[in-house]
């Protein structure tokens, strides 16, 4: 099934503003992250498990436990600094 | 019919806001209202107050969409909250310079307790949650912000919980 991802500010810089990726159903924002790490280069480097990773799943900020539905829009991007 | 359910709540723009514009907006239809409380933010020069300047722009990134549904769901749990009238918020986005305004919470209520209360509110919320980054220009070249324990910590005396700045430095 299609999810849309897209990236903001540092991770943005390094992978571009998005992309649609298939993937299996019941998969999580973990194992969508994980994935994409798996990828290795900037993904890898960006997304690593040390790094200060935050998500949102379909506009609304959500833990990595949340399961990613058909066509769901998935965002990761560094911690906030808005005010 | 309140001013809130008439006016726009939440608005991102590029452009400047008057604030003397927007306090009077909040509360010249609602003669319930006997205070206004507002904040603004702007854009400092260093990172700390004993830091050196040197500052030159601040570039605001957003997501588009969410950050509006975000702060709606702020301005909700502040009228669940708290006895207010009224409330608005703007931030802007884009390319600015030090000593600009970045963002305006402005509450109205009948009493003034409620209002310094959900401005402060909106602010600790609005600073952790809502999807917004600095970037900052200085003679060093160009780098994202940090978030701050600090912010998260500020949240958490409303008894809500934000990991927004866990495993940053602090």
């Given at each position: 099934?299609t ?5 903001f ?5 390094a992978?571009g503003a ?14 969508l992250?994980?994935?994409l ?6 993904h890898a ?30 965002a ?8 | ?7 726009p709540?939440v608005?991102i ?48 990134e ?8 975000a702060?709606e ?8 909250r708290?006895?207010?009238r ?21 509450v ?7 209002a310094?209360q ?19 220009t ?9 978030a ?12 809500l ?10």
């Amino acid at each position: 099934m299609t999810v849309h991802v897209r990236y903001f500010a540092a991770l943005r810089e390094a992978l571009g503003a998005g992309e649609t990726l298939d993937i299996a159903p019941g998969t999580t924002l973990a194992a969508l992250r994980d994935a994409l790490v798996a990828r290795g280069g900037r993904h890898a480097e960006v997304l690593a498990r040390t790094r200060a990773v935050r998500c949102a799943l379909n506009q609304s900020m959500s833990d990595e436990t949340a399961v990613v539905g058909e066509g769901a829009e998935v965002a990761f991007f560094p911690p906030v600094t808005g005010g | 019919m309140t001013v809130a359910d008439r006016s726009p709540r939440v608005t991102i723009q590029s452009a400047d806001f008057d604030l003397a514009a927007e306090v009077r907006a909040l509360h010249a239809l609602d003669h319930g209202v006997g205070a206004v409380a507002s904040f603004v933010g702007t854009v400092r020069d260093r990172h700390a107050p004993d830091a050196a300047g040197g500052v030159s722009l601040m570039e605001l990134e957003h997501y588009p969409g969410m950050t509006e549904i975000a702060i709606e769901a702020m301005i909700d749990a502040a009228h669940q909250r708290f006895d207010i009238r009224a409330a608005r918020v703007i931030h802007r986005v884009g390319v600015l310079q030090p000593s600009e305004q970045i963002v305006l919470v402005a509450v109205a209520s009948a009493h003034r307790g409620m209002a310094f209360q959900a401005c402060e509110f909106l602010m600790d919320y609005l600073k952790t949650q809502a999807p917004f980054w600095k970037k900052e220009t200085t003679p060093a070249g160009a780098q994202w912000v940090d978030a701050r324990v600090a912010d998260d910590a500020a949240l958490a005396r409303w008894g809500l919980t934000a990991n927004n700045a866990a495993g940053t430095a602090p």
